[in-house]
């Protein structure tokens, strides 16, 4: 029943921006850590973002801080990513993902939204 669905992946060149989306059903969206992952072509799934159910502490990981940005909103069940200055290393398929809050587990996933940034 539980239902994560990522929108707004696509083909952009280097420099440009993309924001996605991801609209959750069937859970407490406030009760969620949420956040987002990409995995590339023969590379290990990485986190990229993540987002408290609090929507006050947030966390990116070098590779993209000062670039991404994670947030939230509870009325919409939906968590945005909103990716600037895209490298292309940032092809990738990106997904969403939920925490249950205390769980310290993602155990909800989006079957992701392809990320293609050409130089």
């Known amino acids: 029943q539980v239902q994560l669905v990522e929108s707004g992946g696509g083909l952009v060149q280097a420099g440009g921006s993309l924001r996605l989306s991801c609209a959750a059903s069937?859970?407490?969206?406030?009760?969620?850590?949420m956040g987002w992952f990409r995995q590339a072509p023969g590379k290990e799934r990485e986190s990229v973002a993540a987002i408290r159910w609090t929507g006050i502490t947030t966390y990116y990981p070098d590779s993209v801080k000062g670039r991404f940005t994670i947030s939230r909103d509870n009325a919409k069940n939906t968590v945005y990513l909103q990716m600037n200055s895209l490298k292309p290393e940032d092809t990738a398929v990106y997904y969403c993902?939920?925490?249950?809050?205390?769980?310290?587990?993602?155990?909800?996933w989006g079957q992701g939204t392809q990320v293609t940034v050409s130089s």
């Open positions: 069937g859970l407490t969206f406030s009760n969620n850590d």
């Open positions: 993902a939920g925490s249950p809050r205390g769980s310290g587990r993602y155990i909800y």
